[in-house]
């Protein structure tokens, strides 16, 4: 076993410390209460290569491996959850969707679009009936001669009115799992709406939308992968998605770590610096564990996958160790900051509104524990 990284990895990860240091971390408390990121960014992570990780560099993308792609969402995580997102789904979700599953010309039309940032990729699952229960959707794809039409809602769609791409699950054949089937669909297709939700607790600066499409329709070759896989996509989607979403998790806990702890020193109560103190030194610690414990859980999913191996359980179990961690991190560097912790003037409070998603979705921290109880026992407590 190495625990080392390498060289090109301990590069990649002062290269993305240095660039989300200086067009992240500046902006991020600005884009919060503006509920909106400044659209450049994406642009510019384009431009860095960092929306092409894992592609190989024949369709745009700068190669690399699962954990050079942990590295860059970890410090995408500790400067701005809203930009990780947009990482997560274009790239994670979405980019490295099509390199598995699409066809030589679907990897051709999209993915050097997807790799430069001039286009941005969202993955629609989540409808309002079917959250957890993702398997039963109802969104409708129905012959039209050649074509497919495409019908339903879909909701907290992430990027949803920004991109320019959706993968949309749809119904095309029975009830359950097995009758779904995937598209790529251009969003300034006929029918397709777009409308963005406001009001989020946190990640406020991502553009997270309702999708409804009404008759939407696409060629044959539009289809993403096999009539009926759709779900087995989904799924190999989010599976690999918790590893990305639990580095991100693991960024979000390592920065309240930093904040807290230059705080506790500069801080002076009862005539000395508040990391003085036993109970502060403890708030700290207990984040300290949660960190390393969350990389190692989310470096160990990044070895399977690169090693070919199955990863699906501890991809489970990084995304629950690691969400539940960040929540907990934000609330202990809150009760570091004191009373100054509960205003954005300070980055404890937006890492908590940040964190508190990362339990719910790409699977809540309850459907984790039944994907772990369910490879523990071999028996299904879904329904
Ligand atoms: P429900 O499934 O209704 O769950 C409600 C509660 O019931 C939860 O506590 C859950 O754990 C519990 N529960 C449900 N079933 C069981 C069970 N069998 N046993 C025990 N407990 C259970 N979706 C996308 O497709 N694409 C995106 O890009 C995307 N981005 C998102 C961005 C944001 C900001 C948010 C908030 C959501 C996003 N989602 C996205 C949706 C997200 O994945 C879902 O919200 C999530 O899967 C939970 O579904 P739900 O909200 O319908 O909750």
């Not at 500046?26 to 919060?32: E, F, G, L, Q, V």
């Not at 990391?275 to 300290?288: K, N, R, T």
């Not at 980055?347 to 940040?354: F, I, N």
């Amino acid at each position: 076993m190495d625990f080392e990284l390498g060289e090109s990895q301990r590069e990649l990860r002062e290269l993305a410390r240095a660039w989300v240091d200086k067009e992240v971390v500046p902006h991020a408390a600005a884009w919060d209460r503006a509920e909106s990121v400044d659209t450049a960014i994406v642009g510019k992570l384009g431009e860095m290569g960092f929306l092409g990780i894992e592609i190989p560099e024949e369709y745009g993308g700068s190669g690399g491996t699962a954990l050079d792609y942990c590295l860059l969402l970890e410090e995408l995580g500790r400067g701005d959850s809203s930009v990780r997102g947009i990482v997560s789904v274009s790239l994670g979700l979405v980019g490295k969707t099509i390199k598995t599953y699409g066809t030589a010309e679907q990897k051709r039309e999209w993915l050097p679009r997807l790799c430069s940032g001039e286009s941005l990729g969202c993955f629609g699952l989540t409808e309002p009936g079917t959250g957890s229960d993702a398997g039963n959707l109802t969104a409708k794809a129905v012959r039209g001669g050649d074509d497919w039409l495409l019908s339903g809602t879909k909701i907290f769609i992430t990027n949803g009115t920004w991109a320019d791409v959706a993968i949309i699950f749809a119904r095309s054949g029975g009830p359950g799992p097995k009758g779904v089937t995937a598209f790529l669909v251009p969003t300034d297709a006929p029918g397709f709406q777009r409308t963005e939700i406001k009001g989020k607790l946190g990640l406020r600066g991502q553009a997270t939308a309702e999708l409804v499409l009404d008759g939407v329709r696409v060629p044959d070759t539009a289809r993403l992968g096999d009539e009926g896989q759709g779900f087995k996509i989904a799924m190999a989607a989010l599976d690999k998605g918790r590893m990305g979403v639990a580095a991100g998790c693991v960024g979000v806990a390592r920065g309240c770590l930093e904040a807290a702890v230059k705080y506790a020193r500069e801080r002076e109560q009862f005539g000395k610096p508040i990391a003085s103190y036993q109970l502060v030194q403890e708030l700290l610690a207990d984040i300290a564990v949660d960190v390393e414990a969350a990389r190692l859980l989310t470096w160990r999913v990044a070895d399977l996958v690169e090693r070919g191996k199955p990863f699906g359980t501890e991809a489970s179990v990084a995304k629950l160790f690691a969400s539940e961690a960040a929540v907990k991190a934000a609330n202990n560097a809150i009760q570091v900051f004191g009373g100054y912790g509960y205003i954005d003037e300070f980055p404890a409070a937006k890492y908590l509104r940040d964190a508190r998603v990362l339990t719910l979705y790409e699977g809540t921290s309850q459907i984790q524990k039944l994907l772990i109880g369910r490879a523990l026992t071999g028996v299904n407590a879904f329904v």
